[in-house]
Nanobody, 129 residues
Framework: QVQLDESGGGSVQAGGSLRLSCVAS????????LGWFRQAPGKERECVAA????????YYLDSVKGRFTISRDNAKNTVYLQMNSLKPEDTAVYYC??????????????????????WGQGTQVTVSS
């Protein structure tokens, strides 16, 4: 079992920045593909960013490209999401997730939440205009 614990959410004004962190316990994250997802009220969950086991490949939702950066530190069992130039439409609960099943990277797989077995409890991000 893997337990994921997100932190770093909060309230910021448009144009501001936040850095989300997700620390894992129970298993080493080095063998997992990792993703950040978000869900706003009344909307479906969507993958914001994902990263391969070696960090050599990443996926970003079109609307966050150039503003968000996903990274991981396997030695610290942690995945990060740096969010810059935040917009009100980025307001959502953000979740980190781990996929232990897929060894080879495919963006279409990484972006599908159904492929992730482990989820954190979520952290709220609120961006005001």
């Amino acid at each position: 079992q893997v337990q994921l614990d997100e932190s770093g959410g909060g309230s910021v004004q448009a144009g501001g920045s936040l850095r989300l962190s997700c620390v894992a316990s129970g298993r080493a994250l080095g063998n997992y593909q990792l993703g950040w997802f978000r869900q706003a009220p009344g909307k479906e969950r969507e993958c914001v960013a994902a990263i391969s086991r070696s960090s050599s490949s990443t996926y970003y939702l079109d609307s966050v490209k150039g503003r968000f950066t996903i990274s991981r530190d396997n030695a610290k069992n942690t995945v990060y999401l740096q969010m810059n130039s935040l917009k009100p439409e980025d307001t959502a609960v953000y979740y980190c997730a781990a996929d232990p099943n897929h060894l080879l990277w495919r963006a279409v797989i990484a972006a599908d939440g159904a492929n992730y077995d482990y989820w954190g409890q979520g952290t709220q991000v609120t961006v005001s205009s």
